[in-house]
């Protein structure tokens, strides 16, 4: 029985608050956290499958052009070399999340220098990798191609509608402060500690495959699609996922092409991923160049508010790096002009990368607010509160519920705030000069259709079955404490199946709706199972109380085995989006604290203190959402000083495709995190009163390091990352 | 990864005999491995270095100390005695890669560690280096970390690692041994070489030649720095870093061994950058003066130029300190 809600208003009951079991929110370990560190939780290329052949992508060696002929022979006779496959099937990008339909898949015509163009099959991963390296690939080259993502001659369309209000010109001309800057960032890879990784397996009728992937019912079909099978015939199994980050939104190449494989050689085939193919042909975030218009009047507050991007993709990407997404509605400014204009370039798929959009958009955004309080000599907490708006600045819709000032509250205690000099270049202890900055933090709520089936035993435990992902963020956590809380079981008691799709579709991972989404298609099983043990108890859902394994109603109380009988009920909850998406400016937010060191010498930048106070209405494992914002700080790190992808110019080629040379923060870049959550429930974030978490610790946080480094040293980079060379630049001599 | 064999000799001589032509040496395989994945190294030999006797540090005749090839980066580190009479050596070895590669790297492996060039780890980018004649992808590329000094027309990449920059810093030498069984020592300012026409020859090691030992003169006392800058805090490779021994003569400068990292295609020392300081006074006027001599020639190549003011203010920072003046 399947139960169904379409959220179109707000779910004001909160029955999660009305449950008795009590470890909703609990700060509990992550079930699936002993397998993982013992290494027995298998991920994609680890299942034991006989008879396997290795398969390594070939990947191309220009920019733009065809490839007009492929010498198979160069490599069919190196030692266990099995064939070389260049099909039409196999897919030249990977798919946009929620693409649902096969991405880009000629193989021949190539649109970027790293694109996959043939996969090599060979019986080990080694004579594959070499065979891979030694075919001879001819050519016919463009002279067009644009590899430059700066490159201002690029050819350039506009986003989507742009947003324009009143007159921002005239705004920023009367306004009594106003700031006119422009800042760029560069790219980013996800660099997810899982290569992307497939083993597929035909049986001449379904093919399955075993991969990393955040999102299986979307998956499906774009496998199927690009297989041309039907979805039935695809099956996908991914339990465990190290890390997505958004890189495994859509089916990657290796995917489509150990199926491609599997199904010629009818033999399993294995395809991994090169760690530099992850970085060069899987997705980037885009590079942006964004300029803030921001006009005040005498008291700080907005009177006009431009954002304006632009981006870069591939050729026929419907992507574009949503820049402006809280930009939106987080400040107040009748005049408002945002718009994004996107480049066509031909240089790797850009793509969802961990809060697309506010990831890069907030910390631009939020470094421009900073120099808006300084010009005004403003404390910057004071000036946000001062713009908070009271409805949506175009829309005129409500805000759904909004701690951004308790956020801001809470945030400026733990951290110890004092906003009330802004002079930068005050403190040095030693050689270092001492900063602190703060930031607002923003991110756009999302939820997405999601079904579980929830099945209570008649011993009284539950399994929680959907096809949903855990891609590191602690999904079987919070799915067994839902079920756990509603049915009133220990959440020890509850098993919860994942990463499979033959188990009800859920809503997958990304854009932070995870939670909000399968988690209410949760919510909803259990609230039918209620009603039915209700029904067995002669009382009503509301009057029904489970506890510890019990069902209590009035003054009886039974044990669950007892009023099951037997029998088994099996609930599947429908969870899908409605009016509510329309009906709310629905956001998470937050608010960050730095401090950092600057070195008078050298411009090396530390952060040396961290805090970030965050509502993301009901946390449902205090622990994992922790986490999760800790893991978003440490990305603002690597976005403020480190991570960048750095292309040739020349051939559009990508210089620094690995770990060592694309620096992700290490332990020592990263302080103490101090993260605060603010306790908050929103009715319109989803019936369970809660929003999603994923993200908001990245949106803005680059933003307090660059304001706390200008504090520090009085040196304004608006060009991320921040690294040593910007800095020194500007640096008085030491 | 080509296929190639592996081979393990009995003793220092044997090892001597199978090395030769498409033969390479492996000791902790932490950069010769990477590059064999890529196909930037591909021997059709790897001879084993491992089962032979070359650990161990132990005190030589006059004072000084010597290092076995295959002592790790690691054990050297903590060795009391490199802590105490070294400091220099102990910091650069500590300021490099992670835990992780540090118990597996060895001495000799350390020395003769490839350059980073992103061009030359790419077998489908030009590379003069990894194939001579080819062309330098770094020159009108990405140069960020390249050389600012003793570059050619051919290469401009830079020796990466840091254990190196201190050993110059000591004046330590090299212990090489023949394949004909006879031994050399070579001091390790003169060990790596400047590209010229010939990048492929990282240093002045034979064929067939192994590195046996490093020899530590006896311990130069004096303050002993190392410094290194770099992207990130901890595992990224120097920016610029300057190893300095300095000893002071009462108020003035008794003498100043300096080296720097991450600026040529070698440690990079300048004896007249030496000379100069020696028997002044410290003055920031006269850490200038070291500057211009040690910049005089210093050439940028677009995206590396900021290392030529980096260089300046890091060693101004390091003679600051050494030389007891407040930062
Ligand atoms: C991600 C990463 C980060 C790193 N960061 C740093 C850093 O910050 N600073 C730094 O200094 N280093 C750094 N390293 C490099 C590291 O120090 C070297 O990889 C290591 O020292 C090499 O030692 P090995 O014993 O593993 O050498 P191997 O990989 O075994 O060999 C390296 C080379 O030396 C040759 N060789 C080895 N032993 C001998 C011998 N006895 N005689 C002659 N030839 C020999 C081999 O043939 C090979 O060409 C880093 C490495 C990695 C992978
Ligand atoms: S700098 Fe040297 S190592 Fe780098 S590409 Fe040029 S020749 Fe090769």
Known sequence: MTRSLTMDRPDDRNRLDAMAQGVIGQPLDRPDGPAKVTGTAPYAAEYPVD????????????????????DEQSVLSMPGVLAVISDQRMTARAAQGGAGEAPVQQVRQVQYYGQPIAVVLAETFEQARDAAKHLKVTYREDDDAVTDPHDPAAPTETYDEPIDQGNLAQAMAQAAYAVDVTYTTEGHNSAPMEPHASIAEWDGQTLTLHSSLQMLAYNQKELADSLDLAPEQVRLISPYVGGGFGSKLGISPEGVAASVAAMQLNRPVRVVMLRQQVFQCVMRRSETTQRLRLAADANGRLTGFGHEARVSNLPEEEFAEPVTQASEFLYPGEHRRLAIELARVNLMTAGSVRAPGEAVGMQVLESAMDELANAIGMDPVELRLRNIPDQHPSEGIPY???????????????FGWDGSDRTPGQRREGEWWIGTGMANACRVHNINEAQARVTLSPDGTAIVASDMTDIGTGTYAILGQIAGEMLGLDPADVLVQLGDTTLPPGSGSGGSWGAASTGSAVFEACEAIREHLAEQLGTTEEE???????????????????????????????????????????????????????????????????????????????????????????????????????????????????????????????????????????????????KGVGELGICGAAGAINNAIYHACGVRVRS??????????????? | MRPFQYMRPDGLGHAGQLLGDGARPIAGGTNLLDLMKLEVEVPDRLVDL??????????????????????????CAADPRIRRNYPVLARAILAGATFQLRNMATTGGNLCQR??????????????KREPGTGCGAIGGHNRIHAILG???????????????????????VEIERPDGTSRQVPVREFHRLPGDTPQLDNVLEP?????????????GGRQLYRKVRDRASYAFALVSVAAVVRMDGDTIGSAALAFGALAHKPWHDPRVEQLLAGQAPSDALFHQAADLLLQDAEGQGENDFKIPLTRRTLLAVLREATGGAA
């Open chain 2, 208 to 220: 067939g030649e192994v590195i046996t030992a490093v020899i530590l003169p006896p311990p130069a």
């Open chain 1, 51 to 70: 008879g396997m052949a290795e398969g390594v992508l070939v990947t191309a060696t220009i920019s733009k052009g065809e490839v007009t002929a492929i």
């Open chain 2, 50 to 75: 491992n089962r032979l006797p070359l650990g161990g540090i132990e005190p030589t005749d006059n004072g000084g100390m010597r290092i076995g090839a295959l002592v790790t980066n690691s054990a």
């Open chain 1, 400 to 414: 759904s519920s909004r701690k951004l000032v308790e956020c801001l509250k809470a945030g400026a205690e733990r």
């Open chain 2, 115 to 128: 350059t980073r060039c992103y061009y030359f780890y790419n077998i489908d980018q030009p590379c003069n």
């Open chain 1, 720 to 734: 991320f990352p921040m690294t040593p060379d910007k800095l020194l630049a500007e640096l008085p001599d030491p």
């Open chain 1, 544 to 690: 029904l109380t489970l506890k510890d394994g019990f069902a209590i109603a009035g003054n009886r109380r039974v044990a669950l085995p007892d009023l099951l009988a037997g029998a088994e009920v099996e609930r599947t909850g429908h969870f899908k989006p409605g009016e509510i998406t329309e009906a709310f400016a629905a956001a998470m937010y937050g608010a960050f604290f730095a401090e950092v060191a600057v070195n008078a010498y050298t411009g090396e930048t530390r952060v040396r203190r961290f805090a970030g106070a965050f509502s993301m209405g009901r946390v449902l494992n205090e622990k994992t959402a922790t986490s999760q914002c800790m893991g978003g700080m440490v990305w603002g790190i690597g976005s403020a000083l480190t991570e960048e992808l750095t292309f040739d110019a020349r051939d559009g080629h990508l210089v620094n495709p690995d770990l060592a040379e694309y620096h992700i923060p290490v332990n020592l870049d990263v302080p103490h995190l101090d993260v605060v959550l603010v306790d908050e429930r929103d009715p319109a974030g989803s019936p369970l009163q809660a």
């Open chain 2, 151 to 173: 570059a050619s027309d051919s290469c401009i990449a830079t020796y990466p690692g840091d254990m190196a920059v201190a050993l110059s810093a000591l004046d330590a030498t």
